[in-house]
């Protein structure tokens, strides 16, 4: 179908931040974080109108430094926070670059300012509407230099953007922001101890539980953290053979967890039985770097990876709908529910929907919409954001 | 007409009367000679011609006629006087005769004159002898009569002496069975008994003969008591047993209870010679000849038995040379004392069984009662039943021949068990223990395929565990020979690869050996002197079912499931698998599948002669799986060895300070290590794959190209990197060069060459490497330390790959990422990169062993 074909949006810079804006849920909207070493670096804001098929854009500094991480506040459409790299040699002469460069990585929030909106109503096509872009308008730092790189920023989900945690080296941070959030203090932390130089590579807030356990990763293994006393879990030793990348929670079954990984696998896991994946999924050729559930229908899952392919898969037989949607005979008659399903229908199949090949370069990051749960844009290393549609077939399907 | 011919020639009516005449002689003559000599004549005369003279139809007219007719005159005189000659002839003819018959009469005359003289004589002398006759009559009528009275009293007094002589019979009876008795002459007195039984039966009511009746029956009864007793005793042969029956059987003992005891008295023999058999399955007490027990000497003997196996005392250990003082019986010797002891005593038994109640002829009232069906089904449940027993010790003693050394000692051993049961079989037609006996036979052969295969399985792993051992311990070895090994040269320490193909063909050969020996093992079974071979189970299921599917396909399964488990278990982390095994195993089931399992199973068809009545695994579904567990072995290969250089490659990225690195002066001891390695699995790999297809490269590679790649390109891609438009630049280059070429699969499958497998391990790498750099931010140096490495790898790598440009490729993105993660992209200058390498190419650093951590490598200038 014609409205299925994905629509290509290239960024100047090579990017691999890329977030959905998650307190909005009306406009399908998207942020990108640029990374360059060279020019200011941008966050790009991409609007899909998706009945025109038309990305509109808008374009705002971000001079802090290029870009490794970006997270949207779940409260406040404005507000969102980014992990960038500060180099302190950039602006230092060659010849003692030696001595005095280092870069760090930092985390920060920021508000965009009001005024954005109306610079994306100018025509999408006109190169000239990002000339003069605004600043960003930073809300507060996240550092604490005795904390070492920033890693990631996480938002407390479905919460009132007061929360937030930072990934640091080794450190899991939970910070409390004022409302205005101008400013952030440590609430508490909990640092990853063992040999060696260990690291969070990434991490994911659950949803579940009152918000009260977060998931990292760092190496091989997947750990679990109660919030509350800021004490480890669960571990899940070599979840992966290699680097685990990244991690998302199932939305609809508070104890199944989907990780990938440098193996080139995606596994899912029941985090009560640690010993073995609830599932394997070897599909991609090179290191899977993102892994992301549908909002809403748990059994799409979306993964990018470094061999340059987007792949949809259809998880059915470990998603909260086995068996599709279940409904009694009495809602069938019910003309206001969609989601009326044959109950005699078979488990379906666990299998592979789509790959999409409109990438050239590594994904690094792939994102569900927050407004439309059959849309999702994906990112690749050489900027190009790339906003596909699940297949209306399947679509129909789970809906019918 | 007629007329017409008299009134012409009324000439020759004289000769017309002369035909006449003629024929009325010639009658006479028929009449008086019969028809022997006229017979022909009349045959003819029966052609009704009336012109021939001598017909019977002649007609004087007609031939007169004719004559006439057709004759000239001439002929006619002629014919005129030749026929008075033959009637004349005739005329004198018959003169003779007439004399003869004249003759012949008088003479007869005279001798019936001569008789009627003989006969007056003989009438007189008849006269004589009756007169005489009737006086012989008269007196003997005569004498009769006198004697009459003399004959009826002899009569009379020679049944008196019958009678007398019965009489005193009876009368002596007592004493001569009493006699009998004491002489043990039971036989005897059975038949004067029974000779004298219906007699006293009739006259019974007379009290003397009541009297004798009773003396002899008590004797009988006496005799029977003995009789039985000496057959309870079972002492006593077999022969004087069926004696004993046989007059029991005469003496009206019920045949029942006969049967019983005869049974249980053979069955107290048989359980005796079992249960010698089920001493020798008991686990020994102790080691010694003292576990070999023997029936014959019994508990009582065993302290006796001498500590030699020989020992006369046990006739089962004089007669095996098989028997090592240290073990127990073996199998053969097991099945021998079972066939030669109970299966013998077990057809003795039924042989004079059968004699004895089944095949007698019956008589009388014995004939009444149906013996021979009640004994044969006596005779059948106690065969069922000590066969059952029997059986199960077989079964025992088979389940303990685990080890699967020596086939021939059991398929003996079953084959003389199964020869001695066809001797049941023919003297109990309809018999079950045949039948079981063959199914033990089968069971057994079943299990010994199960033997196999697990032994086969075995066998495997072993060698398995034996290559790796082969291959780790040269390993340790080499880690110091490789110090002196030159980049591209043979690495001949490290892996000590020169022995990877022997390994592989020892492993193979040894495999088939065994496999083949199995077979030879498991051919016994159907050897045409086995009796059981013949059974319609062993001529099918066993040889397709048994030893095709089960044994064979089976072991060729159980390799490749083997294998891809060394894919799986072996974990993500490269696991405990040495790589160099999975390369092995790949090449082995490679050759599984091109050869060696169409030659195990042809060679098994040929051997058994395997008719598939049932469906059976195809060749072309084994060698699938062989050719996917090769394919897995091998990729998996590729991963590991990809993934060891990866991680020496991620660890020498991540654990550097590229910004504040200093200028590069040599090529990275990592990059040399990573050259080296590739080039040591490139021999490994080389000793067992074919070197495969690559794209035609150009001659000089090494250098041409790169200095393409790196003037060219690199040139103009950082050369206006300070103007604003730069990263649309770049951008763009870089995707026109993808437009141009092929999307780069990594950890894609490989093909079964050397080429591809470096190929699939370079490309590994070098994507790691690529991922790993765009982490991280380099200063000016530390891009010009990453151009320098990639110049190594370019002057090193391309020589192993199917396309070179695919190296190429990956070092230019290296290189391409690394300067747009650079703070500072001012590149090196191509000569000194060039003088760089080749002095690092020239004079190569002593390599530091496997066990330092690569992160210490890249501190290394």
């Known amino acids: 179908m014609e409205d299925d074909a994905p629509v290509i949006y290239g960024l100047e810079f090579q990017a691999r931040a890329l977030t959905s804006q998650t307190a909005e849920s009306d406009a399908i909207r998207f942020l990108v974080g ?15 109108d998706d009945e025109n098929n038309i990305i509109s854009k808008s374009v705002l500094l971000h001079q802090a430094g290029e870009i490794w991480h970006i997270s949207a506040s779940p409260a406040d459409k404005a507000v969102l926070s980014t992990c960038y790299n500060k180099s302190e040699a950039s602006t230092l002469p060659f010849h003692v670059t030696r001595h005095l460069s280092r870069v760090v990585t930092c985390g920060a929030v920021w508000r965009m300012p009001p005024e954005w909106e109306s610079g994306s109503h100018e025509s999408p096509d006109d190169p000239h509407n990002s000339h003069n872009p605004q600043n960003l308008e930073l809300l507060c730092h996240l550092d604490n230099s005795a904390h070492g790189n920033t890693s990631s920023v996480l938002w407390e989900p479905m919460g009132d953007g007061t929360r937030v945690i930072s990934l640091a080296d080794n450190h899991a941070l939970l910070w409390d922001l004022t409302e205005s959030s101008t400013q952030a203090t440590i609430s508490s932390s909990a640092t990853l101890e ?17 918000c009260t356990q977060l998931a990292t990763a760092n190496d091989t293994a997947i750990r679990g953290w109660d919030l509350r006393t800021m004490s480890q879990i669960y571990c899940i030793e070599n979840a992966h053979g290699q680097l ?16 990938c990984g440098d193996d080139c696998k995606v596994k899912f896991w029941d985090v009560r039985n640690i010993n073995e994946p609830v599932k394997n999924l070897e599909e991609h050729s090179h290191w899977v770097w993102s892994v992301r559930y549908n909002h809403s229908h748990d059994q799409l899952v979306l993964t990018g990876s470094s061999d340059s392919r987007v792949i949809l898969s259809n998880m059915v037989s470990i998603s909260s709908e086995p068996f599709g949607h279940l409904v009694d005979d009495d809602d069938l008659s019910d003309g206001e529910d969609n989601h009326q399903y044959d109950k005699s229908k078979e488990p379906l199949q666990d299998s592979i929907i789509s790959t999409y090949e409109e990438h050239e370069d590594s994904v690094y990051a792939v994102e569900w919409s927050s407004a439309d749960p059959w849309l999702f844009a994906s990112l690749s290393y050489d900027g190009r954001l790339v906003i596909n549609r699940v297949p209306r077939a399947l679509k129909y399907h789970i809906l019918l | 007409m007629d007329g017409d011919i008299n009134a012409t020639a009324p000439g020759t009516t004289p000769p017309d009367t002369d035909p006449a005449r003629k024929r009325r002689v010639h009658g006479m003559l028929k009449l008086y000679y019969g028809l022997n000599e006229e017979g022909k004549t009349v045959d003819q005369a029966e052609s009704m011609d ?23 005159l001439g002929e006619l005189m002629d014919q005129e006087t030749c026929m008075v000659k033959q009637i004349r002839s005739l005329d004198s003819d018959m003169q003779t005769l007439v004399y003869e018959n004249y003759n012949k009469f008088i003479s007869a005359t005279d001798t019936i004159r001569k008789m009627k003289n003989d006969f007056k004589k003989m009438e007189d002398e008849m006269d004589c002898l009756s007169t005489n006759m009737a006086s012989i009559t008269d007196f003997s009528a005569r004498i009769s009569g006198t004697l009459q009275d003399q004959h009826a009293q002899i009569t009379k007094l020679s049944g008196v002496h019958t009678l007398l002589r019965k009489l005193q019979f009876l009368f002596e009876l007592p004493a001569r069975l009493n006699k009998c008795l004491e ?34 029956h008590a004797i009988m009864d006496k005799l029977a008591q003995e009789l039985r007793q000496k057959f309870r005793d079972g002492g006593s042969s077999a022969k004087d047993l069926s004696e004993c029956v046989e007059l029991l059987l005469q003496l009206d003992e019920p045949a029942e209870e006969l049967c019983d005891k005869f049974l249980s008295h053979a069955q107290s023999r048989l359980e005796a010679d079992l249960l010698g058999l089920e001493a020798e399955l008991r686990p020994p007490l102790s080691y010694g000849p003292t576990a070999v027990t023997d029936p014959y000497t019994g508990p009582a003997h065993r302290l006796s038995v001498e ?19 240290s073990s127990r019986t073996d199998i053969l010797e097991f099945i021998d004392r079972g066939c030669n002891e109970f299966v013998s005593s077990l057809c003795l038994v039924i042989a004079s069984y059968q004699e004895l109640f089944v095949n007698r002829p019956q008589e009388g009232e014995l004939a009444s009662k149906n013996i021979p069906q009640m004994a044969i089904g006596k005779l059948h449940a106690f065969v069922d039943a000590l066969a059952t027993r029997y059986f199960s010790l077989v079964e025992r003693r088979i389940q303990e021949e685990k080890s699967v050394g020596d086939n021939s000692l059991l398929v003996r051993a079953l084959d003389r068990f199964h020869r001695r049961l066809q001797a049941v079989a023919k003297l109990l037609p309809g018999s079950a223990v045949p039948s079981q006996g063959t199914e033990i036979v089968v069971r057994a052969a079943r299990e010994r395929i199960k033997q196999y295969l697990a032994a086969l399985q075995s066998f495997y792993l072993n060698s398995l565990t034996d290559v790796r051992q082969a291959l780790a311990a040269p390993r340790l070895g080499g880690s110091s020979a490789g110090v002196g090994s030159h980049l591209g040269g043979p690495a001949t320490g490290k892996e000590a690869p020169a022995s990877l193909p022997e390994l592989l063909s020892t492993l193979s050969a040894s495999i088939l050996n065994q496999i083949k020996s199995v077979l030879a093992s498991v051919h016994l079974f159907t050897a045409k002197d086995i009796t059981f071979s013949n059974k319609p189970y ?35 982390r490269g696991g405990s698998t040495p790589p160099a095994l999975l390369l092995l195993l790949s090449r082995l089931c490679l050759d599984y599948e091109t050869s060696t399992i169409t030659y195990i199973l042809t060679l098994t068809d040929e051997q058994f002669l395997v008719q598939h009545h049932s469906p059976v695994t195809a060749v072309t579904a084994l060698c699938g799986e062989a050719r996917e567990a090769a394919q897995k072995l091998l990729n998996h290969y590729v991963k590991v060895q990809g993934l060891i250089i990866s991680q020496m490659l991620r660890k020498s990225v991540e654990t550097r300070d590229w910004v504040n690195t200093i200028e590069p002066r040599n090529v990275r001891a990592v990059m040399k290590r990573v050259v080296e390695d590739t080039t040591s699995i490139d021999v490994q790999v080389g000793l067992l794959y074919e070197e495969g297809v690559r794209k035609a490269h150009s001659s000089d590679s090494s250098k041409r190209t790169f200095s393409v790649y790196s003037s060219s390109r690199q040139q103009t891609r950082y050369a206006p990197s300070y103007t604003p438009s730069a990263p649309m630049d770049t951008n763009l280059l870089s995707n026109i060069h993808k437009l141009f070429s092929e999307r780069v699969e990594i950890f894609s499958p490989v093909e079964f060459n050397k080429v591809s497998v470096l190929t699939g391990i370079i490309k590994i790498s070098l994507k790691t490497f690529l991922e790993c750099v765009r982490l991280r931010t380099f200063g000016r140096y530390g891009l010009q330390q990453i151009q320098v490495d990639c110049h190594y790898l370019q002057m090193y790598l391309w020589r192993f790959v199917s396309d070179e440009n695919l190296v190429h490729f990956l070092l230019d993105e290296i290189v391409g990422s690394t300067a747009h993660r650079c703070l500072d992209p001012a590149p090196m200058e191509q000569s000194v990169i060039e003088v760089i390498c080749e002095r690092g190419a020239t004079c190569i650093p002593v390599f530091l062993p496997l066990t330092v951590p690569p992160a210490s490598l890249s501190s290394c200038p």
């Open chain 1, 34 to 48: 640029t990374q360059s070493l060279k020019f200011d670096n941008q966050i790009h804001i991409i609007d899909f």
């Open chain 2, 50 to 72: 009336p012109c021939d003279i001598n017909g019977p139809h002649f007609d004087p007219e007609v031939y007169l006629n004719k004559l006439r007719r057709e004759c000239s």
């Open chain 2, 183 to 216: 002489l043990q002459a039971y036989a005897q007195a059975v038949s004067s008994h029974r000779r004298a039984r219906c007699v006293l039966q009739q006259y019974s009511h007379m009290p003397s003969f009541r009297g004798i009746q009773d003396d002899c």
């Open chain 2, 307 to 325: 500590p030699t196996a020989g020992s006369p005392t046990g006739p089962s250990s004089l007669n095996n040379p098989f028997l090592s003082p």
């Open chain 2, 538 to 572: 062993f001529k099918g299921d066993f040889c397709s079912h048994g030893v095709r599917e089960s044994l064979v396909v089976n072991f060729i399964k159980f390799v490749c499931q083997s294998s891809r488990q060394f894919c799986e278990s072996a974990g993500d």
């Open chain 1, 194 to 210: 063992g040999k060696g130089q260990l690291k969070f590579t990434s991490g994911k807030w659950s949803p579940h539980h009152n």
């Open chain 1, 244 to 259: 685990v990348r990244d991690l998302d929670f199932n939305p609809n079954k508070q104890y199944y967890l989907a990780s």
